[in-house]
């Protein structure tokens, strides 16, 4: 019962950690995913495939090798130079993540509730200062809460899409011509950005819980219900004409398809924009850390004066530029970390 209970855990962190702005908006899904339409659902199960394998992979391996931040376990992956580059680059990723994050916010309290950015920034600035006083067990309740109720309102409008025969069929339509690369490449750089963030969170995760079985299991589970998750949400946004037109398209799906949830919606995709804001946060702050000698509330405060300049930018015009980038960059972080051998500790869990 202890193993399958911190597995669970483990795999709400994990999924809470990379649903965030943009993928609980529908933002995300669509610039990967949706605009490829039945290329796209295959590019998703290819994602949520490396989701699985590499997610519980940097886990066991940050269990190996006792990694306490993303600085040791990228030292373990490119060596001492190569890795100092890695670490600068996740770095700036983190704090690009966090500026979606907040910018998304805004855009949650402006688009579709009618306040000013100045309110939403303000709101969710004093939640993350709270929650990351508390440290990581504020990080799981929020992820425990948080997840569940994502997962059964996807679902509750996945059944509400799927009504429609028209949507069915164009979807699973298959296009004429050659396969769209794009789309697959789409599927490896999604998976690389999102892992090369998320170890942030998983290898100190992994390494406190230091149990190879719980963490395993935890990467299959989250690994699962992401890419569960994934695919719903590409069936969803699918119904929406021009979904690449809204910041928050998963919410104009919900306020026309299911307008009595409209508004606890909002708050659960609120919600994950703030565990994913906590969980890079934590994981910057963990590596700030290591150069200097502040408390963690101040450091989480100039992380969060940064993370507002650069959340001054639209949030679509933001995540557009930034994610795909980071995406393509992130490449080599997959590739490198898909061809470190599995000991045979991890083997036998």
Not at 326 to 334: A, E, H, T
């Amino acid at each position: 019962m202890k193993k399958w209970t911190g597995a669970l855990q483990v795999a709400a962190v994990y999924v809470g950690t990379v649903i965030g702005a943009g993928f609980a908006t529908g933002r995300e899904i669509v610039e990967f995913f949706t605009q490829y339409r039945f290329w796209g659902f295959i590019s998703i199960l290819i994602a949520g495939y490396l989701f699985i394998l590499l997610g519980t992979k940097i886990m066991l391996k940050a269990i190996d090798i006792q990694a306490t931040s993303f600085e040791q376990f990228n030292e373990y992956l490119f060596g001492n130079i190569l890795s100092k580059i890695m670490n600068a680059f996740t770095m700036i990723m983190l704090l690009g993540v966090c500026a979606v994050m907040l910018s998304g916010a805004e855009a949650l309290f402006t688009e579709q509730l009618g306040f000013s950015n100045t309110v939403g920034s303000i709101v969710t600035i004093f939640l993350a200062l709270f929650v990351m006083a508390v440290g990581v067990k504020g990080l799981f309740a929020v992820n425990t809460f948080v997840v569940p109720m994502l997962i059964l309102f996807n679902f509750i409008l996945l059944f509400k899409s799927i009504e429609s025969y028209e949507l069915v069929t164009s979807l699973f339509n298959i296009p004429e011509g050659n396969i769209s690369i794009k789309a697959i490449i789409a599927a490896f750089s999604y998976a690389a950005f999102n892992l090369a963030l998320a170890q942030a969170v998983l290898v100190p995760i992994a390494v406190e819980i230091n149990m190879k079985a719980i963490v395993k299991l935890g990467g299959w589970i989250g690994g699962a219900i992401l890419t569960i998750i994934l695919i719903s949400s590409h069936i969803i946004l699918t119904s929406l004409p021009n979904p690449s037109l809204f910041d928050i398209p998963m919410a104009v799906i919900v306020k026309g398809a299911a307008s009595s949830i409209y508004f606890i919606y909002l708050l659960i995709i609120f919600g994950e924009i703030f565990t994913s804001l906590i969980g890079n946060m934590y994981g910057l702050e963990r590596q700030i850390n290591r150069y200097v000698s502040l408390g963690s509330l101040w450091i989480h405060a100039g992380i969060i004066v940064l993370v507002f300049i650069i959340s001054r930018v639209n949030y679509g015009e933001l995540l557009g530029i930034l994610y795909p980038f980071f995406g393509y960059v992130s490449l080599i972080f997959l590739f490198i970390l898909w061809m470190k051998p599995i000991s045979g500790n991890e083997k036998s869990g």
